[in-house]
């Protein structure tokens, strides 16, 4: 168990429809990061937030967006999906004290129809 | 822009023996952190090693080692004793955040 938790775990939804995804990480990590994993790819970095604050921005659509709260949870919207979106959504902390070492979550799963 | 090729799509090894994924990646950074993550069919991702740049010593975690080149941009993961529980996705990352390769499929045979 990373200690980073993930909701929800999977999601069915339709095309042009909008969805959350919901993230809390590790207990004191104050960095999030948010990465889509299509099938059989990689992890495409989409952004990370510091301390409720944007500190990276990789591959992200203008469709989707995301915040930290003051609790540090995070949540990424996804808009106007379409069949391409998708994936596996992780999202994983780390802490001040870390050298760069990312702890995930078990990934939120969309698929769009 | 940082980068990080993983050329082998996919490896197979009996199970006890040796086996050894490759990376190459480039940055322009002098400090810098590389990583091997392990995706098993349950979709999790795992930490195997981490090595710190700055370190010349290669990174080694009981049956997982590396061979960092740091002249030559490469880090290649070494597992000894292969076990049929290491039959995962396993992914080369350079720094924070993590820049990820594709990816290596290895399959541990019995």
């Known amino acids: 168990d990373s200690g980073v938790t993930q909701t929800p775990k999977h999601l069915i939804t339709a095309t042009g429809q909008r969805v959350t995804l919901r993230c809390s990480p590790r207990?004191?990590?104050?960095?999030v990061y948010w990465y889509q994993q299509s099938l059989d790819q990689g992890l495409q970095f989409l952004i990370q937030?510091?301390?409720?604050?944007?500190?990276a921005k990789g591959n992200i659509l203008e469709r989707f967006s995301a915040q930290q709260f003051p609790d540090l949870h995070s949540e990424l919207n996804l808009s106007s999906l379409e069949l391409g979106d998708s994936a596996l959504y992780f999202c994983?902390?780390?802490?001040?004290?870390?050298?760069?070492?990312?702890?995930f979550g078990e990934g939120s799963r969309l698929t769009v129809l | 822009a940082q980068t990080v090729t993983q050329s082998q799509p996919e490896m197979s090894v009996q199970e006890a023996e040796t086996v050894t994924l490759s990376c190459t990646y480039d940055?322009?950074?002098?400090?810098?952190?590389l990583f091997w993550y392990k995706q098993p069919p349950s979709r999790q991702m795992i930490l195997v090693i981490r090595?710190?740049?700055?370190?010349?010593q290669n990174a080694t975690e009981n049956r997982f080692s590396v061979n960092f080149q740091k002249a030559a941009k490469s880090f290649s993961l070494k597992i000894s004793d292969s076990q049929l529980g290491d039959t995962a996705m396993y992914f080369c990352?350079?720094?924070?955040?993590?820049?990820f390769g594709k990816g290596t499929r290895l399959s541990v045979i019995a």
């Open positions: 940055t322009s950074e002098n400090n810098y952190y």
């Open positions: 937030y510091y301390n409720g604050e944007e500190r």
């Open positions: 994983a902390s780390s802490g001040l004290g870390g050298i760069g070492e990312l702890f």
């Open positions: 207990s004191g990590d104050l960095s």
């Open positions: 990352a350079l720094n924070t955040p993590l820049v």
């Open positions: 090595q710190e740049a700055y370190k010349q």
